[in-house]
């Protein structure tokens, strides 16, 4: 059989990244000699097939030799051959025999791949091998699973699992040493190129090399989760992404990030990203190969293929493969998992996969959109449906860069559109637009000239718009507009529509795709015109959602609160700086307190409100301070804070010792406590209806505590009006602002990250030398003297792929009146002091008094950059979020 199983497209160190080619999958090595006995804790797993390699031949019912030249899609250099010189069993083993091919012959060795499908195909169980492997410069031997029935597409859509590989045994690492990494992998996702993978390297205690002797690897398959182990030892584990819903039922995110599919659904047709057990649900083969070269091993370790280590036959030795399946659950494989303590924690064996973190749902904040104001918004191309035109940016003695739509013969509508058949320019992706929070104040306008009258005097000019691939649309005269202007030839007119009138039409506005101005269809030939500041926004955009809930007096809606202790909290007179404040008093009787907003405790006044945090996720808080009077009688007790939601059927736990600033109480003194909403939220909080704060000593430890709190309230502080200075990119860049590119002619992207930081600038680093950051347009410019005695400039970054030169360093640089004059520093050389690590974020912090005195003006900065060292950064896939020049 020829099959070309596996593609891939990026080389990487075979140590420092975290994501690997080939079969290969991450990099991180745990090792613990802990031995597992397979059979606990139950004794379930039932051999349902095996090959012991007992004759003296290969059983043709059980294997089928594939007879190829192709290179495994891999670049690899051997023909798999059914050659008895390349593949036998003999003394109770199967050797696998990779050879110098005869001279002339189409790949320069010769080796074999063995596969079971449509002779044993499963879906779940454990499925082990005894192997020794083979070694040298360019020797890659593997044991895995392919998808017998390609249910969710072509490789790797439906799914690929490695439950073994290994590259260049014995030859040199980056240090000198001998390698011995073993690896076990998963690959999915999308089409290739644009798979991914996730897996796990791991080497064998004491230094032993697999490359030495036998040794047994083995996966266990059961619904929503596989585990690798070498030895019976748990190294790796993965699973089925997890997806995190609000009190609404919205998908905010993940709570773990596993593996992935993505597929046409049947009942809609589109293509949709699956969080559950698809690919990884359905009947798969086993497959023993060893490939000579390829894109993975001739790239890492001595690089090439030592022709030394094949010259006399190297050897795959397998002394026996076995599937066993587990009878507690035969159609989930659950029952027989065979664990140890950190099997689960990210921290040890469990993997984080590759699944797209799902874009969050409508904030329910307004957000004005830009669809064309003098030049492409690269994800609202402008679009000539049928005619065949090319719509085009033309200079407008008046308006400037507008945007030109001519109508020939054929019939056909004009405007913008943003859906993925249509959006040519790389930084584009579809963005259907959500205008749904500002129906009530929103406008769709645009001012239009037109040039050349349509040949039909009586041709209507028409607004159309589009909701969510045209499943909702409205068709209207642009004459209905607000002010009834009728279109004038040879004038610059502005129309403007209330979103209210649009969805009143009809029109679905939380997913608007497209905007069409034009000549009622077949009546517009001849007609020339030109569009420009097409924009949906609304002038009295809502500022962002903030709950006091104790400040001075009590919030009716979110009283103070006992829980269980029978006490009623007061509210007392302070300090200067504090004045009235909670008080709290804890008796014999175990208890939590704080503040709660449920029908059984508000206040005459108040109402229910539980607070929808949703739209400040990413950068908003809890925040709130607090002085103990009297110490509990336990001077041991745990000071605790929890937060609930929607009538605690979520909730999130931590020690006050926790928060930002990570300050333990002190009796006597005021201090203050910040949690973030994005680590609560990942501690299992549903941030949509916020209805309970408590701050008490752990349950039952509290006797005697009597404790104050002020200043309680949630919101988001670069959106306060207390915050002093400027925000450059949080989740969007700032107007007038822009991601750019210097030199490397990318495009810098907004991508989404995790739930902490939600939209974020993604960076790539090419061949070319370059320098990236955020850039103003001319004559813009911040003006930071004010803030020059306390203000900072701070952003975060995090590595998604280190630069293909491992030492180069990462540097900040800004810029002032156009760079003359500027500051450079290296991220390590920050408040924080600290150097990037791939996929951590990190916080990065420069006084505008150190970049003044090195050189900056502040007074005009038009410039941030963040980068590896110029010419030194190919291959650097980078994010960076929360940027901004604040007063601390």
Same mark, same amino acid.
């Given at each position: 059989m020829i099959k070309v199983a596996k593609h891939f497209s990026h080389v990487g160190a075979l140590i420092a990244v975290s994501t690997l080619v080939g079969c290969g999958g991450g990099a991180e090595t745990k090792t613990d000699p802990t031995p597992i006995n397979p059979q606990a804790p139950v004794s379930d797993w039932q051999l349902v097939w095996s090959d012991e390699f007992d004759g003296s031949s290969i059983d043709g019912q059980k294997w089928t030799h594939e007879v190829n030249c192709l290179g495994g899609g891999n670049a690899e250099k051997q023909c798999y051959t059914e050659d008895e010189a390349n593949s036998y069993v003999s003394d109770g083993t199967l050797k696998i025999v990779a050879l110098p091919a005869a001279e002339g012959a189409q790949q320069p060795y010769t080796s074999a791949r063995m596969i079971t499908k449509n002779k044993a195909d499963f879906k779940y169980g454990r499925f082990e091998m005894r192997a020794k492997l083979p070694s040298g410069q360019g020797s890659w031997p593997a044991f895995w699973l392919l998808p017998t029935d390609e249910v969710y597409g072509g490789w790797p859509k439906s799914g690929e699992i490695d439950i073994v590989e290994a590259v260049n045994l014995k030859a040199s690492d980056a240090d000198g040493n001998p390698e011995s990494h073993i690896y076990g992998t998963l690959h999915y996702g999308k089409e290739w190129p644009d798979n991914v993978n996730s897996g796990m390297a791991y080497k064998l205690p004491n230094d032993a090399n697999p490359a030495d002797d036998f040794h047994t690897y083995a996966i266990e398959w059961q619904e929503g989760e596989i585990r690798w182990y070498v030895d019976d030892y748990l190294y790796a584990t993965q699973r089925r992404s997890e997806i995190r819903t609000n009190s609404k039922g919205e998908t905010v995110g993940l709570k773990h990030r596993g593996w992935f599919a993505e597929y046409f659904d049947q009942v809609s047709g589109e293509l949709t990203t699956h969080y559950d057990n698809a690919p990884y649900d359905q009947e798969f083969?086993?497959?023993?190969?060893?490939?000579?070269?390829?894109?993975?091993?001739?790239?890492?370790?001595?690089?090439?293929?030592?022709?030394?280590?094949?010259?006399?036959?190297?050897?795959?030795?397998?002394?026996?493969?076995?599937v066993y399946q587990c009878q507690q659950n035969v159609d989930t494989g659950k029952g027989c998992e065979t664990i140890r303590a950190g099997y689960d924690s990210l921290e040890d064996a469990l993997v984080e996969g590759k699944a797209p973190i799902p874009s969050p749902p409508s904030t329910g904040i307004a957000q004005n959109l830009t669809i064309f104001d003098g030049s492409f918004n690269p994800n609202w191309p402008a679009w000539d449906c049928c005619g065949g035109s090319t719509p085009e940016i033309v200079e407008d003695e008046m308006k400037g860069n507008v945007v030109e739509f001519v109508v020939g013969a054929e019939p056909t509508v004009n405007g913008f559109i943003t859906r993925e058949a249509f959006i040519t320019d790389e930084a584009g992706k579809p963005s259907p637009f959500d205008a749904s929070p500002m129906i009530e104040t929103g406008m769709l306008s645009f001012d239009m000239k037109i040039v050349t009258a349509p040949n039909n005097a009586d041709s209507t000019w028409m607004l159309k718009l589009e909701s969510s691939e045209g499943t909702t649309a409205i068709e209207i005269p642009l004459s209905q507009n607000k002010s009834g202007t009728e279109p004038v030839v040879g004038q610059w007119q502005t129309f403007e529509f209330s979103l209210q009138a649009?969805?009143?039409? *009809?029109?679905?506005?939380?997913?608007?795709?497209?905007?069409?101005?034009?000549?009622?269809?077949?009546?517009?030939?001849?007609?020339?015109?030109?569009?420009?500041?097409?924009?949906?926004?609304?002038?009295?955009?809502?500022?962002?959602?903030?709950?006091?809930?104790?400040?001075?007096?009590?919030?009716?809606?979110?009283?103070?609160?006992?829980?269980? *202790?029978?006490?009623?909290?007061?509210?007392?007179?302070?300090?200067?700086?504090?004045?009235?404040?909670?008080?709290?008093?804890?008796?014999?009787?175990?208890t939590v307190m704080g503040f709660i907003s449920r029908a059984d405790n508000i206040l005459d006044g108040g109402s229910v409100s539980p607070f929808d945090a949703t739209s400040i996720l990413s950068n908003g808080v809890i925040e709130f301070e607090m002085?103990?009077?009297?110490?509990?009688? /336990?001077?041991?007790?745990?000071?605790?804070?929890? #937060?609930?939601?929607?009538?605690?059927?979520?909730?999130?736990? #931590?020690?006050?010792?926790?928060?930002?600033?990570?300050?333990?109480?002190?009796?006597?003194?005021?201090?203050?406590?910040?949690?973030?909403?994005?680590?609560?939220?990942?501690?299992?909080?549903?941030?949509?209806?916020?209805?309970?704060?408590?701050?008490?000593?752990?349950?039952?430890?509290?006797?005697?505590?009597?404790?104050r709190v002020?200043?309680?309230?949630?919101?988001?502080? /670069?959106?306060?009006?207390?915050?002093? *200075?400027?925000?450059?990119?949080?989740?969007? #860049?700032?107007?007038?602002?822009?991601?750019?590119?210097?030199?490397?002619?990318?495009?810098?992207?907004?991508?989404?990250?995790?739930?902490?930081?939600?939209?974020?600038?993604?960076?790539?680093?090419?061949?070319?030398?370059?320098?990236?950051?955020?850039?103003?347009?001319?004559?813009?410019?911040?003006?930071?003297?004010?803030?020059?005695?306390? *203000?900072? #400039?701070?952003?975060?970054?995090?590595?998604?792929?280190?630069?293909?030169n491992a030492d180069a360093a990462w540097l900040f640089k800004i810029e002032s009146l156009g760079a003359s004059s500027f500051a450079e520093f290296p991220l390590s050389a920050s408040q924080e002091g600290k150097a990037p690590v791939v996929g951590e974020w990190q916080t990065y912090t420069y006084s505008l008094k150190d970049l003044s005195d090195a050189g900056l003006d502040i007074s005009a900065i038009d410039i941030l950059m963040f980068f590896p060292a110029w010419g030194a950064g190919e291959g650097a896939v980078y994010r960076v979020d929360n940027v901004m020049i604040k007063a601390l």
């Open positions: 083969h086993m497959l023993l190969n060893f490939a000579v070269g390829g894109n993975w091993p001739e790239n890492v370790n001595e690089t090439g293929i030592d022709a030394s280590a094949f010259e006399n036959g190297q050897i795959f030795e397998i002394d026996f493969v076995r649009l969805a009143d039409g *009809g029109l679905d506005l939380s997913a608007i795709d497209v905007v069409m101005i034009f000549p009622a269809w077949g009546t517009g030939e001849g007609a020339q015109y030109r569009v420009a500041n097409l924009k949906i926004e609304d002038s009295e955009i809502a500022a962002s959602p903030e709950l006091i809930v104790f400040e001075n007096e009590q919030n009716p809606s979110w009283p103070l609160w006992d829980c269980c *202790g029978g006490s009623t909290p007061t509210v007392e007179l302070d300090d200067d700086a504090h004045g009235n404040v909670a008080e709290f008093k804890i008796g014999d009787s175990p002085k103990i009077t009297n110490a509990p009688d /336990n001077a041991e007790a745990p000071w605790l804070f929890k #937060v609930e939601s929607v009538d605690a059927a979520s909730f999130a736990e #931590v020690d006050l010792s926790t928060s930002v600033e990570q300050a333990a109480p002190v009796v006597g003194e005021w201090q203050k406590y910040t949690f973030k909403l994005s680590d609560l939220a990942n501690a299992g909080l549903d941030v949509s209806a916020i209805d309970v704060l408590m701050i008490f000593p752990a349950w039952g430890q509290g006797a005697g505590a009597i404790y002020d200043n309680v309230k949630i919101y988001d502080p /670069n959106a306060s009006d207390a915050f002093m *200075g400027h925000v450059l990119f949080a989740d969007d #860049v700032k107007e007038k602002w822009s991601l750019w590119d210097c030199c490397g002619g990318s495009t810098p992207t907004i991508e989404n990250d995790d739930t902490a930081h939600g939209m974020t600038a993604e960076f790539k680093v090419g061949a070319e030398p370059t320098v990236l950051g955020l850039f103003a347009e001319d004559e813009h410019f911040i003006d930071a003297s004010t803030l020059f005695e306390t *203000g900072v #400039v701070q952003f975060e970054l995090k590595v998604v792929t280190a630069p293909n």
